[in-house]
């Protein structure tokens, strides 16, 4: 005959205790690791579109496209102000001169939503780099 012995309940909250250490560690995981994974994904985002944004422009600037029909293409897809043009402009593509050129004749058109619309496409004369 088989009986029940005390080895049984002995093992079951042996197994508990087990499992509360497993608990605690999935807890203190959770805490620090929720946070870093946003931490990690927002940056993470931001990198990439600032990937995208560089190789828009050095497409555009391959292809032909004046400083005026960039600003105007950011413009649109950004609504970016006058400062935020400058900071796009003064990346090392752009003269002061090209740069001032252009935010004059933005603010003679009437800031960021009167300037011309998008520029058609410009086929490629070089490679971007």
């Known amino acids: 005959m088989c009986v029940p012995t005390r080895s ?29 994974v946003g931490v990690v994904g927002h940056y993470g985002y931001t990198a990439f579109k600032a990937w995208l944004e560089i190789g828009l422009k ?7 496209y004046t400083a005026q029909e ?13 400062a935020e043009c400058i900071k796009v402009l003064s990346d090392g593509y752009f003269s002061a001169e090209e ?3 252009v ?22 004369r070089q490679g971007a780099f």
């Open 103 to 124: 935010m004059a004749a933005r603010k003679q058109a009437g800031g960021a939503g009167s300037l011309p619309d998008v520029p058609p496409a410009k086929p490629v």
């Open 70 to 82: 960039i600003v105007a293409v950011l413009g649109a897809t950004k609504g970016a102000s006058e």
């Open 58 to 64: 050095r497409d555009m600037v391959a292809r032909g």
């Open 8 to 36: 049984v309940g002995t093992r079951l909250e042996n197994a508990m205790r087990d499992m509360g250490e497993f608990i605690g560690l999935v807890a203190v995981v959770m805490l620090f690791g929720i946070p870093i």
């Open 99 to 101: 740069i001032a050129e």
